[in-house]
């Protein structure tokens, strides 16, 4: 059996690349689960206050993630869904792995490294400067391999910016198996979707994320269509009138193909050539139309729910209650195993 495990940061509504890229995909894995698969989604508010969160601001955007992901299609019945930041379980097992993490692997991790280049010519109004590089952020990834291994997880749904700090969590977890020469851990492995990768519409050298200045280079689960049609309409491409799919050299263009593909297709392993192959002779104002129609269509149900869920409080408490019981219930078996094997048993 399969223990499908995944987080999400609630630092904002998500956006269309993390819900092309894991969110639609989680949804996928837990409707067509196996009975003995288990299935745990979380909200990591320990990996949001790695950089600085406003209180009140975060306890809102907390909620705002649980009303997006169960709008998305999460269903609390059948998937765990949980506040990481309420299972402490998480945070313990995440020192007793703090001491077995060469800092080396840490220092390697691409999101540290770009942070630590960014503080280290940024200005003191700048979004990170030095005070900001704390010891939580650079634990950051440790974290994330005690999140995964909490719960024993065999397989972890994330987007293509996660993979090393996957390969680290199976590194960890090999690491904790040989030291204390058991088999607790699988090694977990990553499932992407073809849209692992989703990139901004202003600058399609980057990845769409929450924290780039401009609104318009990500498309919110909440946007309305008008929201949508426009920044679809004004997403970067290049000079070429043809439309192909040549994601190194075309990647604005490649974009908005497997965003298509990815909106329109249940199984979404079209052949993205044969996409853009159906473009001959059309202009990219066509195909930013067809793309614009297919993410509303995807979209527009999707912030419905959210209006309706969101206004729910006690309904969202009371699922948020009954998830991190049940997660609670599930680490602390886990790390009484943990306990034991590294000699901190109960007396
Ligand atoms: P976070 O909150 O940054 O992103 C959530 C998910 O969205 C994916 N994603 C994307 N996929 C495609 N294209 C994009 N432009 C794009 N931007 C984001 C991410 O890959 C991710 O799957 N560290 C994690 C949270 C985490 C976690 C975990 C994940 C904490 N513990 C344990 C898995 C297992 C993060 O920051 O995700």
Redesign the pocket.
């Known amino acids: 059996p399969r223990v499908i495990?995944?987080?999400?940061?609630?630092?904002g509504i998500?956006?269309?690349?993390?819900?092309?890229?894991?969110?639609q995909n989680w949804v996928r894995l837990q409707n067509r689960a196996a009975p003995d698969d288990t299935i745990l989604y979380?909200i990591?508010g320990y990996?949001a206050i790695t950089l600085p969160q406003d209180p009140a601001h975060l306890e809102t955007e907390r909620l705002n993630m649980l009303a997006s992901l169960l709008a998305c299609g999460i269903n609390p019945k059948t998937s765990l869904l949980f506040n990481?930041d309420q299972v402490p379980e998480h945070a313990e097992l995440a020192w007793i792995l703090n001491c077995i993490t060469p800092m080396g692997w840490l220092s390697r991790m691409t999101?540290w490294k770009s942070k630590l280049a960014v503080a280290r010519n940024a200005s003191s109004e700048d979004e990170i400067n030095d005070s900001m590089l704390n010891l939580g952020l650079f634990a950051?990834?440790v974290?994330?391999?005690a999140?995964?291994m909490i719960h024993k997880?065999t397989h972890?749904?994330?987007?293509?910016?996660?993979t090393q700090?996957?390969e680290l969590?199976q590194d960890i977890a090999r690491a904790f198996n040989h030291k204390y020469s058991d088999d607790l851990f699988p090694t977990?492995q990553q499932l992407s979707?073809p849209?692992?990768?989703?990139?901004?519409l202003r600058d399609p050298t980057q990845?769409?994320?929450?924290s780039a200045p401009s609104d318009k280079s990500?498309i919110l689960i909440t946007d309305d269509p008008a929201a949508i049609t426009a920044k679809i309409r004004g997403a970067v491409t290049d000079s070429i009138s043809e439309i192909t799919y040549h994601p190194e050299r075309r990647p604005g263009v490649s974009n908005l193909i497997s965003i298509l593909a990815a909106c329109t297709s249940e199984e979404p392993n079209l052949d993205l050539g044969t996409i853009a192959r159906s473009y001959q002779g059309k202009r990219i104002q066509d195909l930013k139309q067809d793309v614009a129609d297919a993410v509303i269509a995807k979209i527009e149900p999707i912030r419905k729910e959210y209006e309706k869920i969101r206004a729910e409080s006690a309904w969202l408490r009371d699922v948020s209650d009954a998830g991190d019981t049940l997660a609670r219930e599930r680490a602390s078996r886990t790390m009484s195993e943990v306990k034991k094997t590294v000699g901190l048993a109960r007396m």
């Open positions: 495990f995944s987080g999400i940061q609630p630092t998500p956006h269309l690349g993390n819900y092309l890229g894991a969110i979380c990591v990996h990481q999101t950051y990834p974290l994330q391999a999140d995964i997880s972890v749904p994330v987007g293509e910016d996660q700090h996957l969590a977990p979707t849209t692992k990768r989703v990139l901004s990845k769409m994320s929450k990500r």
